[in-house]
């Protein structure tokens, strides 16, 4: 199953390469043609996330109340999820789904495509990785692979710093840690795969930033206020004990 992949994408691909006649840009129209696919999916994900923010308050106050009783506790929050229509892993399904993508092209990449393979001169490989350019031909020569790197970091970073805006206190500062340790990440692993893949990753990324931009606030500030309007704020119990009224004894005259 995943070489019928990898050779589906080689062909999708190849195609692409030959209509445009460019290796890189054909990478950069993949790009393009998965997050149009995706947009759906990813929309319905952004108005989870947002949703799941904005139920948080009801959702601790339901942890606090029930501390001690943990199935009434799940029950609540799955009526709480039915009634707002929320999926808490539904905000995971655009990523998951380009995971397959974004590995399947780092075997095309290194196995399947020329090795003449370029973007319009501006990188003469696109098979390479950024050590084997700078082991091959030098640092100064290899400085746009290196930018590309440098740009799978930042780009991984840019858009947690844009979502950390909508938080504050604790959760934003996790947020900024867990988007700096991605971005370290994203440098060291990047430094050793192809250069196709640097360039499908950072057009994606970009991607993401213009849509963070001009998409996800709004769809954001939408689904939030949905989220506010669907859930019922809980009934606060009190038991009250009446008293019995007691009838006056009469003295008799």
Request: hydrophobic share 50%; glycine share 6%; charged share 15%.
């Amino acid at each position: 199953m995943w070489d019928w992949f990898i050779d589906f994408l080689a062909w999708v691909l190849q195609v692409l390469a030959d209509f445009c006649g460019d290796w890189g840009l054909a990478v950069i129209l993949l790009t393009f043609i998965v997050r149009l696919l995706l947009m759906p999916l990813t929309v319905r994900s952004l108005r989870s996330n947002a949703k799941m923010q904005a139920m948080q308050p009801r959702i601790q106050q339901i942890q606090e109340m029930y501390a001690n009783d943990p199935q009434r506790q799940q029950e609540e929050l799955r009526n709480i999820y039915l009634q707002t229509k929320v999926n808490p892993l539904g905000g995971c399904l655009p990523l998951i789904l380009q995971m397959p993508i974004f590995f399947a092209l780092f075997s095309v990449l290194r196995d399947r495509i020329p090795e003449t393979a370029h973007f319009y001169g501006i990188l003469d490989s696109l098979s390479q990785s950024v050590s084997g350019s700078i082991a091959s031909v030098g640092i100064a020569a290899s400085w746009v692979f290196i930018l590309l790197d440098i740009l799978f970091g930042l780009l991984t970073l840019l858009p947690m710093l844009l979502q950390s805006k909508n938080v504050e206190g604790a959760q934003r500062t996790s947020q900024l840690i867990m988007g700096v340790v991605m971005a370290g990440m994203m440098l060291w692993f990047g430094w050793n795969v192809p250069a196709g893949v640097l360039l499908y990753y950072d057009t994606s990324a970009i991607w993401q930033v213009v849509q963070q931009l001009f998409i996800t606030n709004r769809v954001n500030e939408q689904a939030k206020a949905e989220a506010e309007a669907q859930t019922v704020p809980m009934a606060v119990q009190v038991n009250v004990e009446r008293r019995v009224r007691k009838k006056r004894q009469h003295k008799k005259g």
